[in-house]
């Protein structure tokens, strides 16, 4: 059996949500020190390019909200019940000058009488209520305030009241007397024992057309009782003193009679002791001029009280809160279907960061970027640098592994752990010649692949200072997105190498990919090159068949050095012994050959004649990149390192081997 179900809104041929800008902002805030539950509720906050977030639907909200207050005003069934008055009682003046035939002590009278009549609404139409009106169209304009206030009343309890019983007759009263006899009855006994699913069924069959929402079942209709009923108190609670007596006093002429009144009053109160969480003390304070009767009025207070928890499910602010707690039904029918759409596909977002396995919970239940996170991260960031390092916008993206050096024209039989990729004529060939054009059936003997020049393996140990200086002026995320940068490019395109991150503040420590991009900033003065240095040359020593490669961020001279008891000496200004201890390392490093640069953050002369110094004294090279290039120069000196400088300078430009000379 087929169902079907309301259209939630969208583009059904939509493709799926795209996580890459998502995973992208939340990687910057995680490297800016975030965690990543944080940097999640960040950008669903923000949103993307073309993704409106949190903070634009709760602007709209309010925006919403603030329109209502400042728009209507609560006296529109008051001004009704005026303008009906006026009508009534210019009709009879009328119909009083107009009739010869009546009398004239009893024209005098009526004359007098209506001149007289009280100041206040209320009172005017309760003195009115005996009197014998001569014009029939007084009579009807009288009358309609009575029925008028009958259907405001009820309009107030149950939406829609209004129109469903407009120009209602004496049995239609008569019913809706009933109604709410039976439904008091009801609301009674559930509230002593409870109402069987027979009883509750039988009072919908005979009063069902009184509400269109059709409840399946007594706490729905409970719900949607007790939610009007609240609002029509909040309005009440939030009329003036003058209105509200007004009110009251008039709600006594509602079709002419007070049982309607006493009927509302007994339902309210069994409403109010069967959901007592309902907000029946709440006001709001309108300011405009266009007036709501009581009806109107009740769901504009309703409509108010559902954007206050759509502004409180959009600031997920209490603990374990989630996309899917908003109720999407609500904010569509509150801001449009658009504003549906757009929390939906934060729902799915969100849903898809969770369970893709871009985040995951640690042991002690906190959420982290997984290594398949931080993958995509780097690709997005090695495609960033890509783009810096080749000067054209929107190059396309190399897939270009570096696995292997420049093809040489040769090929050779494929053996077990080659590396280098198919030649695809040669293999084919190799299947016809043994075995006949069809069917064509490639074997392990008939593969060959395409002969490279040798190239040198590489041990790369990047030093990146994370002491006080780094955070304090901006550079701690650029570093970041540079180690990982780098990272990613060895991991994924010279898998051959091998690369060891070294942070270095006041000590210095290896560290893994993850560990150093969810590093937080460090405040601890000291730079400690020279421990950083030895475990560089500790690195480059488990690889003697590696060429090593030095690469060191720095925005400071060495202050800090280990002690032979392992101990850790600050000083500032650096004192000869740090740099005697740092320069002996960086010469260590040297005789084991390592190619070293170093790349200064920072504009002070001092240090930039300092680095300059030790980078000649190891036939290295000091590179100056701005910030925003810093990525670029740091790949760009390792790709240096490479080989051949044509194999790369097709994807990535002149930015290595003397191509940026404005650097050094």
């Known amino acids: 059996m087929s169902r079907f179900r309301k259209y939630d809104g969208g583009d059904p041929l939509a493709p799926p949500v795209d996580l890459a800008e998502a995973l992208d902002a939340i990687g910057q805030d995680v490297m800016a020190g975030y965690a990543p539950e944080r940097a999640m509720r960040e950008f669903l906050r923000r949103g993307g390019t073309d993704q409106a977030g949190l903070d634009e639907l709760a602007r709209r909200v309010a925006e919403r909200r603030r329109e209502i207050l400042q728009r209507n005003d609560l006296d529109g069934t008051m001004r009704e019940v005026r303008e009906l008055l006026d009508r009534a009682v210019l009709a009879e003046r009328g119909q009083l000058a107009r009739d010869i035939a009546l009398d004239d ?235 549906a759409v757009a929390a939906k596909t934060l729902q799915e977002l969100e849903r898809a960061l969770r369970d893709s396995g871009y985040l995951k919970r640690g042991s002690d239940g906190e959420l982290r970027l997984s290594p398949k996170a931080m993958r995509q991260l780097g690709k997005a960031l090695l495609r960033d640098v890509a783009e810096r390092m080749s000067g054209r916008a929107g190059a396309r993206e190399t897939r270009t592994t570096g696995l292997a050096g420049e093809p040489s024209g040769a090929t050779r039989r494929w053996e077990f752990g080659s590396t280098e990729p198919w030649d695809v004529p040669r293999t084919i060939t190799n299947s016809v010649l043994r075995g006949g054009a069809s069917p064509v059936r490639i074997q392990v003997d008939d593969i060959e692949v395409v002969e490279t020049e040798a190239r040198t393996q590489a041990a790369v140990a990047l030093l990146v200072d994370t002491s006080f200086s780094m955070a304090m002026d901006g550079r701690w995320v650029p570093m970041k997105r540079t180690a990982l940068a780098l990272h990613q490019l060895v991991r994924s395109r010279f898998r051959g190498d091998d690369i060891q991150l070294i942070a270095f503040g006041r000590h210095a420590q290896v560290m893994e990919i993850e560990e150093l991009t969810a590093l937080d900033a460090r405040w601890d003065k000291g730079t400690n090159l020279h421990h950083g240095l030895l475990l560089a040359n500790r690195f480059f020593r488990k690889h003697p068949n590696a060429q090593p490669v030095l690469l060191v961020v720095t925005d400071g001279e060495p202050t800090a050095h280990l002690e032979p008891d392992g101990d850790v000496w600050f000083s500032y200004p650096p004192h000869p012994l740090t740099i005697a201890h740092s320069v002996r390392e960086l010469d260590a490093a040297a005789r084991l050959g390592a190619q070293t640069t170093f790349f200064r953050l920072g504009e002070d002369p001092g240090l930039a004649r300092f680095i300059d110094s030790m980078a000649r004294r190891v036939d290295g090279r000091m590179v100056s990149p701005e910030l925003d290039d810093l990525g670029a120069a740091v790949v760009g000196s390792y790709l240096g390192s490479r080989g051949p400088a044509s194999s790369y300078r097709e994807h990535f430009g002149d930015w290595y081997g003397g191509g940026r000379g404005s650097w050094v």
Request: glycine share 8%; net charge negative; aromatic share 6%.
């Open 105 to 339: 002590g009893d024209r005098a009278f009526r004359e007098l009488m209506l001149d007289n009549l009280p100041t206040s609404t209320p009172a005017a139409v309760s003195e009115l209520s005996s009197y014998d009106w001569q014009s029939s169209e007084a009579r009807e304009a009288y009358e309609e305030i009575k029925d008028l206030l009958g259907r405001e009343l009820l309009d107030q309890r149950f939406a829609g009241m209004k129109q469903a019983i407009e120009g209602a007759t004496e049995e239609d009263r008569q019913a809706v007397s009933e109604m709410l006899s039976d439904l008091n009855d009801l609301l009674e006994k559930h509230a002593s024992g409870g109402v069987t699913d027979e009883e509750f069924a039988d009072f919908m069959d005979k009063h069902g057309d009184f509400f269109p929402e059709q409840p399946k079942d007594m706490d729905e209709l409970l719900d949607s009782l007790a939610q009007r009923a609240a609002a029509a108190q909040r309005m009440l609670n939030s009329m003036t003193p003058e209105q509200r007596q007004e009110l009251m006093e008039l709600s006594q002429q509602a079709f002419g009679s007070p049982q309607l009144m006493e009927q509302l009053a007994r339902m309210d109160a069994n409403l109010q002791a069967l959901r007592p969480g309902e907000d029946w003390s709440g006001s709001e304070s309108f300011e405009g001029d266009q007036g709501m009767g009581l009806g109107d009025g009740t769901g504009a207070l309703q409509d108010l009280a559902e954007l206050d928890a759509l502004a409180d499910q959009l600031a997920q602010s209490h603990h374990g809160a989630r996309m899917d707690d908003v109720d999407l039904d609500a904010l569509a029918g509150q801001l449009g279907p658009d504003a």
